[in-house]
């Protein structure tokens, strides 16, 4: 796998999207202001026009042109920042501050606001254009006044702000991009790790993993998922292989035995000592033990491989213990087993029934081969306090050493006293991983003792965890 | 009865096609998927032994395509993989049994003939006869020369299925299959023990045993 280049990473990209957004919300933004903002400085502006005007209409009705006439030579005297112009009926300036009336003679209307520009006056003053607002009135002896007020500052104040904001919004997309290329050369920095070790898995390195950075944002979270994922599994294929190599070495001995043993029925054949017969129904026979070792194995390896068992439903446990009492009940009595079975009713748990029958089977056979007539076997169901399910399965056999109870679980392993006694050592190996494969446990404790010179016994208890 | 073959390993199908030639049966062996969904399309057989795994056309899919052409001949699934899943797969394919490899030859006769058995007697039956003892299906009776046998429930579905293959041998591995409905082997003669305690309440007090066993490979119920 290529970088891309830094044009086409995402982070870069989605860098772009958001300047985009950004600045379409900013001049939203502006423009709203503007609107807002200007209409209220108009307002404000008109609003003191109209009291100027009041004013000076009151003047006007009080004392005629003449007083107008010095209230507004006064007014301009005192400072106050209004234009004022007084034309007589024929449109002739008496008075006034501007030169012209910004509104058009012919225009018959008493009162018109507008935006005009103003000439400034002042002596040794170039012709300065200024940005006013005013009100004409026509007073009642038929003369025009005309009463304005200077609003440059606010359109100044307007351009100001526009200018800021347009210079923001270049520092911000200049920014943005700078922002962007740094975050995306960062984002890939973050993903080159995981890259190179994607490259790596695929080269065959399964021992391959991300360093994580400690920054424990998303992309550690995902290369410590990528860590965990490649760490399971690179453990269920190394399980796998160990699984291949324990096949080879479990079926070499029993292969061996046959071979060795087809060898010396064939030398005694030849010297005419031995019968063939019997020769072939032996090795027939030796052959089925190694099919069923293999298939024991192979079905412990499998269990181990997949981690969990297939076709996982929930049931009640008391019923299939139920099911595997009925089956093994006979054959108890006819060894001379009291057999017992104690379940209680309307629990469930998951898993797989087929698998879950053939480890308690496994568990029983090994109770009905290990104790002696006279003896009991009790197979129980119960609910744990703490939520767990266990099949337990309780005989007055010899029972298992305490050193030894880790050990017999392992494959192949006999204890000495079962010797003589038919199989090849894989039957708690199987419940095991089965119970492994349910997330369960296999327990393994002292029977009810010893008495009557039987026991101490042993106690086997399949615990599958609470469902749900 | 014509029994059809079709398993790509050539020594296997050989050894099959002497081992069901020799008790009485007319076999034919194809080597392909393709040349037995020809060779079954062809000439009405009782059963068909399918191995599942074979080049050109594999098991399942010939045997799908046969069940879509209505052929409703029984078949008996080989196959190497032992694994539940496998199982079911087979069956639901259409198949009628499953049989892992590696098997013994008596274990593979005893399948077919209770395959072409069950084709036989396909329509619903009421009750079963077998010489003189008497299995009312409905009220789960039995009766050997008219005396009642008290039987537990699963003794009756024992006696049922030997009584289903009367004549033939049914090996411990079917009837832990098909009475019991496990598909693992145990390390104790489980079913010997049944066997042994249905055969008290059938043969005990009768001239003639009916239940016999069948050395090597398992029981037959004789009439």
């Known amino acids: ?468 | 009865m014509r029994i059809l073959v079709i398993e790509d390993d050539l020594d296997a199908g050989a050894a099959m096609v002497r081992g069901l030639s020799e008790a009485g049966h007319d076999v034919r062996h194809v080597g392909d998927g393709e040349q037995g969904l020809e060779a079954a399309r062809g000439g009405a057989f009782d059963v068909m032994v399918v191995d599942r795994m074979m080049p050109k056309m594999d098991g399942l899919t010939m045997v799908e395509t046969l069940r879509r052409e209505s052929d409703q001949t029984p078949v008996l699934f080989l196959s190497a993989l032992g694994e539940i899943d496998d199982r079911v797969k087979g069956l639901k394919a259409g198949g009628d049994d499953y049989l892992v490899k590696p098997y013994a030859l008596v274990e593979l006769l005893a399948r077919v003939e209770a395959l072409a058995r069950r084709r036989e007697t396909g329509q619903v039956q009421t009750n079963l006869r077998v010489g003189d003892l008497e299995m009312d299906l409905i009220g789960r009776t039995v009766h050997r020369e008219g005396k009642e046998i008290d039987l537990q429930p699963r003794e009756f579905q024992l006696l049922e299925f030997l009584m289903r293959n009367a004549g033939q041998p049914v090996t411990r591995t079917m009837l832990l299959e098909k009475v019991w409905e496990y598909h693992f082997d145990p390390q104790t003669n489980v079913i010997d023990v049944h066997v042994s305690r249905l055969r008290s309440k059938v043969d005990k007090g009768f001239d003639k045993a009916m239940l016999q066993t069948v050395r090597g490979s398992g029981y037959r119920l004789d009439a």
């Open chain 1, 1 to 468: 796998m290529r970088l891309p280049s830094l044009f086409r990473t995402t982070p870069f990209r989605l860098t772009l999207l958001f300047l985009a957004l950004f600045a379409g919300a900013a001049a939203a933004f502006l423009l709203y202001i503007y609107a807002v903002t200007a209409g209220a400085v108009t307002q404000y502006a008109d609003a003191g026009i109209v009291r100027e005007m009041q004013a000076l209409e009151s003047v006007y009705a009080n004392g005629g042109a003449a007083a107008l006439k010095e209230s507004m030579a006064d007014r301009v005297a005192s400072g106050r920042p209004f234009f004022y112009l007084l034309l007589d009926q024929s449109g002739r300036k008496i008075w006034g501050t501007i030169d012209h009336s910004p509104v058009g003679e012919f225009d018959e209307r008493n009162t018109v606001w507008m935006h005009f520009d103003v000439a400034s006056t002042g002596p040794g003053h170039v012709a300065d254009h200024r940005l006013a607002r005013g009100e004409r009135q026509r007073l009642t002896g038929g003369e025009v006044l005309f009463v304005g007020a200077d609003v440059t500052w606010a359109e100044a104040y307007f351009l100001k702000i526009t200018s800021a904001l347009w210079g923001a919004g270049a520092l911000v997309i200049v920014l943005g991009l700078v922002g962007g290329v740094i975050v995306s050369r960062n984002v890939n920095r973050s993903i080159a790790g995981m890259t190179d070790v994607v490259t790596a898995v695929e080269d065959g390195d399964l021992a391959a993993r991300v360093q994580l950075r400690g920054a424990k944002d998303e992309f550690d979270e995902l290369a410590a998922g990528l860590n965990h994922m490649l760490d399971r599994l690179e453990r269920s294929i190394e399980s796998l292989r160990h699984a291949g190599d324990a096949i080879a070495h479990d079926l070499r001995s029993p292969l061996s035995r046959l071979r060795a043993r087809l060898e010396v029925a064939l030398l005694d054949v030849e010297a005419g000592k031995g019968d063939p017969k019997e020769a072939l129904a032996q090795a027939l026979e030796d052959t089925d033990g190694v099919l069923r070792t293999f298939a024991a194995v192979l079905a412990i390896a499998r269990l181990q491989a997949a981690g969990s068992a297939p076709d996982q439903k929930a049931f009640d446990p008391g019923l299939l213990a139920a099911d595997i009492a009925e089956l093994y009940e006979p054959l108890c009595e006819t060894r001379g087993l009291d057999f017992k079975a104690e379940l209680s009713p309307g629990l469930s748990v998951r898993g797989n029934r087929e698998f879950i029958a053939q480890a308690l089977a496994n568990v029983l056979d090994n109770a009905v081969k290990y104790t002696a007539p006279g003896g009991a076997v009790m197979l129980r169901v119960r609910r744990r306090s703490s939520g767990d399910v266990e099949f337990s399965v309780t005989d007055t056999g010899p029972g298992v050493p305490e050193e030894d109870r880790a050990r017999v679980v392992d494959r192949f392993v006999r204890l000495e006293n079962s010797r003589n006694q038919p199989g090849a050592g894989l039957g708690l190996s199987l419940v095991a991983a089965v119970l492994e494969a349910h997330a369960g446990r296999l327990e393994l404790d002292e029977g009810p003792g010893v008495f009557d010179g039987k026991g101490p016994g042993l106690r086997a208890a399949l615990v599958l965890p609470r469902a749900g």
